[in-house]
Structures are given as structure tokens and as C-alpha cells.
């Protein structure tokens, strides 16, 4: 489908210029299709993040004929999975966070982001927007992408949570899900590009 779009979901103290974003969007680009690649920077105020997000979605569906397919890494999977629902729309979910499963409170806090912006503050009410966000996966919508090497999530939460998805479990590896390259090819088929 050539005008098939893929929004993707940078994580917690990520940003658009994420290893993945750049690798995905580069492999876009090398097939004539950059502009069918969308990686907004996200809000660490969780309800903005959706909500910009939302307003991303709407726009996307009504200058195309097909709703975007959502690639979510870390945080970014949570806010996927939760738009998936809302949106009837596929996700590929790489390493993602899985906030029915943590303690929301324990990113409580001042944080800087990974590529030197300005700091941000997490707050108790930012880890209650999260909590509530939480949406009950409908299977046939996902791809999850696991590496058991993982050092900031625990894998077993995220296979556990999607049971019944399509899931890849995938040895060693760590949170930046080491093997992302290798699965661009099928990762641009599961959007239908």
C-alpha cells in the first residue's frame, strides 16, 4: 500500500532521533517512502502524549485511505497498545513497557532526556495518567518484539501481558532490542508497505 503510514513511539527520555526512528526511517526512505514516516516528539506528561497523539491519528486518517501502523519501543509501546485499542489500528510493540505490570511511581522524579534536551520532571500525577491508561490487548493486533537481555524491563511481563499475540523471543539482546535492523523487512510488511 503506497500510502500506508507508520507512526512510531519513542520511549520514556527518548526522542525522535532514537537508534530505532533513525534506522526504520532510513529504510523507509531508501524504498521512496520518507514521507510516509511519522516519529513525533512525545510529551513526559503522559495524557498530553496521547493526546497529541490522537490528534496525529485523526489527521492521518483522513488524508489517507489506511489508518497508520504503530512501531512502540519502551514507553512508547505502552502509549501504542493503548492507542491500538482506542484506534483499531496494528502494532508492532518492541521491548515495551508494560505499566499494568509496574509501579508507575518508580520513575517519580527528575529526569534528562538521553539526547541532552532540557530535564523533565515525572510526577505522581504523570504516573496516575499511565495507570490509566492501561488497555487489554486484542491479539490479532500486535507483533511483540522481546530480547530476554533486556536490563531496564523484564521480558516474562510483556510475553505474559500479550499472550496469544504474535510474539518473538529473542536471546540476549538488551533494551534497545539489539536485533531491530535484521527485522525492518518484516517489520514494513506488517504495515502493509
Same mark, same amino acid.
Not at 101 to 121: I, K, Q, T, Y
Not at 162 to 178: I, K
Given at each position: ?7 512510531? $513511539? ?24 520518507? #514521507? ?93 495518567? $499511565? ?29 505474559? *501481558?500479550? *499472550? #496469544? ?7 540476549? #539482546? ?20
Amino acid at each position: 500500500m503506497r500510502d500506508a503510514v507508520i507512526l512510531y $513511539l519513542h520511549g520514556f527520555r527518548s526522542s525522535p532521533g532514537a537508534w530505532k526512528a533513525r534506522l526504520l526511517f532510513a529504510e523507509m526512505a531508501r524504498r521512496g517512502l520518507a #514521507g510516509q514516516f511519522l516519529c513525533p516528539p512525545l510529551s513526559p506528561v503522559p495524557d498530553e502524549a496521547v493526546s497529541d497523539l490522537s490528534r496525529l491519528i485523526e489527521s492521518c486518517r483522513e488524508v489517507s485511505s489506511h489508518s497508520p501502523t504503530l512501531v512502540g519501543s519502551s514507553l512508547g509501546g505502552h502509549y501504542a497498545n493503548h492507542l491500538a485499542e482506542k484506534y483499531d489500528l496494528r502494532a508492532v510493540l518492541v521491548n515495551p513497557a508494560v505499566v499494568a505490570r509496574l509501579d508507575a511511581d518508580r520513575f517519580v522524579g527528575e529526569h534528562l532526556p538521553f539526547d541532552g534536551g532540557p530535564p523533565f520532571c515525572f510526577t505522581p500525577e504523570h504516573a496516575r495518567q $499511565l495507570t490509566a491508561q492501561v488497555a487489554t490487548p486484542t491479539p490479532e493486533r500486535y507483533w511483540l518484539l522481546l530480547e530476554t537481555g533486556d536490563e531496564a524491563l523484564d521480558y516474562r511481563e510483556a510475553q505474559d *501481558f500479550y *499472550f #496469544g499475540c504474535r510474539q518473538n523471543v529473542f536471546e540476549g #539482546g538488551d533494551h534497545s532490542f539489539t536485533r531491530f535492523p535484521e527485522l525492518l523487512p518484516q517489520i514494513l510488511e506488517f504495515a502493509g508497505i
